[in-house]
């Protein structure tokens, strides 16, 4: 069983900065890709970032040159250091991973990132 705690949201003003973190517990080190997807009431789920065990990675336009994505494989965990936040910013984030090894992927229950004016 594969489960996703994701940590670090909560309600900061604009032009700071957050830090999530994406714990994976039930899978093998190493043999995932991870990321962070966003989800405002009404709106569709939209990619964030994604990284994969190569270390190449994904970013929105939106948070291109703001946001950086990384990973502990010893530690299955990835992080989204959030800078210069802005108010669309603000949505639930939901961490992602993609095993190659099950052929699937997975979702974390979310965390609430509100970027205040």
């Known amino acids: 069983q594969v489960q996703l705690v994701e940590s670090g949201g909560g309600l900061v003003q604009a032009g700071g900065s957050l830090r999530l973190s994406c714990a994976a517990s039930?899978?093998?080190?190493?043999?995932?890709?991870m990321g962070w997807f966003r989800q405002a009431p009404g709106n569709e789920r939209d990619l964030v970032a994604t990284?994969?065990?190569?270390?190449?990675?994904i970013y929105a336009d939106s948070v291109k040159g703001r946001s950086t994505i990384s990973r502990d494989n010893a530690k299955n965990t990835v992080f989204l250091q959030m800078n210069a936040l802005k108010p669309e910013d603000t949505g639930v984030y939901y961490c992602?991973?993609?095993?190659?090894?099950?052929?699937?992927?997975?979702w974390g229950q979310g965390t609430q990132v509100t970027v205040s004016s």
């Open positions: 990284i994969d065990n190569g270390e190449n990675t």
């Open positions: 992602w991973l993609y095993s190659w090894q099950r052929g699937r992927d997975y």
């Open positions: 039930g899978i093998s080190s190493g043999v995932y890709k």
